[in-house]
């Protein structure tokens, strides 16, 4: 199976569908609502992965948290399944979908989960349609990797400065955390960068010890950096050569390791307040 052009392994497959379909589900209501529908309030935050899952730094942190599994969920009055459902849209928690976007794949079973019009994620709702489910989904968030249009020259001219750039290119890592940071210090030959969630500090002393000030796209070994107007670093990546650049675009479970044209990095990673700044990898 390959999502983004990138070989997926049975095992990590399964834990996809466990991080996106756990059997306890997190929802979220304001106390008004959990009394209302008689709702247990369970204050037990999610793991990283659940959190990247429900987006959870998007929801207000004064709501309240319930978690359901299927049965649990399945056993309450149907206007209170539809209700719960669009408080978690009102709410902005991630992983609910409208029926009408994933009929053709699921079928119209999916209208009767709760008020015919949005859903949320339960493993028999994927069933064997798991494979493909994830692969719209991620489809619908990242471009592919091109790891395999790169040439052999690009790949061992870059092997010098970025000893582990082509093992890491075109994979996933075994769930959240990881991020662009650590992606780009491993595959500069950092031990364990790979799968650390890498904070800033961390990172900005491996610039100033590694790297040089300035840099050219079209070469090898250039860190891309971008920061904030308070010069806070926000996001990086590293050229491979000409034309091609090496980065992870979040810390999500979801956020492939990937290359993409340097052009097609430097366009996504444009927004307000945000400027690129360039350095060169240490010979």
């Known amino acids: 199976m390959r999502v983004l052009d990138i070989e997926i392994s049975p095992d990590l497959l399964a834990s996809w569908v ?23 309030l369970d204050p037990t935050e999610p793991d990283q992965n659940l ?25 309450l009055p149907r206007e209170t399944r539809a209700e719960l459902v669009r408080a978690q849209v009102t709410h902005e928690r991630s992983a609910v979908p409208t029926v009408r976007a994933w009929r053709d794949e699921l079928g119209p079973a999916i209208a009767q989960q709760a008020d015919g019009h949005r859903f ?13 489910v994830l692969s719209r989904l991620l489809s619908q968030q990242y471009g592919p990797s091109r790891h395999r249009a790169v040439p052999a020259e690009v790949w061992n001219a870059a092997a010098p400065l970025l000893p582990r750039v082509r093992e890491l290119a075109g994979t996933f890592a075994n769930g959240s955390g990881p991020n662009c940071f650590g992606t780009v210090m491993a595959a500069a030959g950092v031990e364990g960068a790979a799968e650390q969630w ?75 307040g945000r400027y690129l700044h360039r350095y060169t990898i240490h010979r």
């Open 198 to 272: 890498m904070q800033r500090e961390p990172f900005e002393q491996w610039l100033q010890e590694h790297t040089t000030r300035g840099g050219d796209d079209a070469v090898p070994g250039t860190v891309l950096v971008w920061r904030d107007s308070e010069h806070a670093v926000q996001h990086a990546a590293v050229t491979l050569g000409p034309g091609w650049t090496f980065h992870k675009p979040n810390q999500t479970w979801s956020g492939p390791r990937k290359v993409r044209t340097t052009q097609e990095v430097i366009k996504s990673n444009r927004a307000s």
């Open 18 to 40: 466990g991080w996106l379909a756990p059997d306890r589900q997190l929802f979220f209501v304001t106390a008004d609502q959990a009394k209302q529908w008689g709702l247990p």
């Open 120 to 132: 949320v994620w339960w493993k028999s709702v994927l069933r064997d349609s798991a494979a493909v």
């Open 51 to 75: 959190r990247d899952t429900y987006r959870r730094f998007w929801v207000d942190k004064g709501l309240k948290s319930v978690w359901l599994d299927e049965a649990a969920f399945f056993g």
